[in-house]
């Protein structure tokens, strides 16, 4: 190589471009799709030999949502990113970047988020599906506000989509009487000044045991009695991570967003169970005014998309209000955990 060579590529490289910063970004609008069906407590107990008042009591669940056969992953997160979008008064053909999170949608290509993209009429925009389980929604919203900060885009859509009736045995004692179907979503777009605080994230991939499924997929068709893999929780397990790790959690992304749980107007964690839920209030001290969400009663546990359905239903009833801070958290399978301060619509 030339001695003249690696300086004519310093001198390129001088000349490259970065896309123009944004000072914040904040979310413009929430939409939501619940399947029609309800499905009561009594409906799963019998393939699991139990009650009504045992499945209360263990997650305070009355009650959730299974999407219909034509309620595909796909077709509730498009039916959410559209409600979105029209809440935040954003033309579908001004989105730029999709981004799915999801634990349920079972076709690994092509991947989800293009078709969302398509359906909601924005064909030409980047996608892509988040993997990060029940943290999910929290992971994409974090990627999200970057890439509008950095100003690689403009308006992002994030959804969570989930049909967790797909991947759950409804005769596992452990996990079917916990999950929900359904679909949540919201626009991200630029502000004057920061709506999204520092994202806190963090995983324990030694204990990938407590939250999987019973054997991986390529697993399925090898012998003549192989069955598809559902989802396995261990119960107990899970309940003392979460109750350890959630208010930590919580705290580091107050902590990093310099605010304290008196600036709250909402708590809003991954809807996983209500004990977990009613723990991690408790144990972050919130004053009263806070408002803590508790859509698990009537929607079950619905994985990645249970935040975005939570603060949804939080708005439509006027629970909290419109520009107050809500703290989100999601954690589940990986064991990943994530969270964040947002300003709401």
Sequence with gaps: MGTGEPRAADAAVGRLRAAAAVPGSRILGVGAHRPARVVGNAEVAGPIDSSDE?????????????AAPDETVVGMAAAASVKALAQAGIAPSSVD?????????????PP?????????GAESAGAMDVGAACAGFCHALAAADALIRSGSSK?????????????VDPTD??????????????VVGPAAE???????????????????HSSPWPAVGTTATAVPPTLRMDGPAVFRW????????????????????????????????LRIIDAAAAALRLPPHVVVARDIVHAGNTSAASIPLAVEELLARGAVPRGGLALLVGFGAGLAHAAQVVALP
């Design 194 to 212: 920061p709506g999204i605080g520092p994202v806190v994230w963090g995983s324990e991939g030694g204990r990938q045991e407590a939250i999987a």
């Design 155 to 167: 308006y992002v859509v994030v959804v969570g989509s989930e049909r967790m009736s797909d991947i």
């Design 97 to 109: 970047t999709v981004l799915l999170a999801s634990m349920s949608h079972r076709e690994q290509s």
């Design 54 to 66: 045992w499945i209360r009591r263990r997650s305070g669940i009355a009650a959730r949502r299974f």
């Design 173 to 186: 004692r452990g996990t079917a009487f916990l999950f929900g179907d359904g679909a949540g979503a919201v």
């Design 242 to 273: 979460a109750v350890a790790t959630v208010p930590k959690t919580a705290q580091a992304a107050l902590d990093a967003a310099g605010l304290t749980a008196g600036d709250l107007a909402a708590f809003v964690p991954h809807q996983a169970n």
């Design 112 to 120: 989800a988020a293009p078709r969302i993209a398509h359906l909601m």
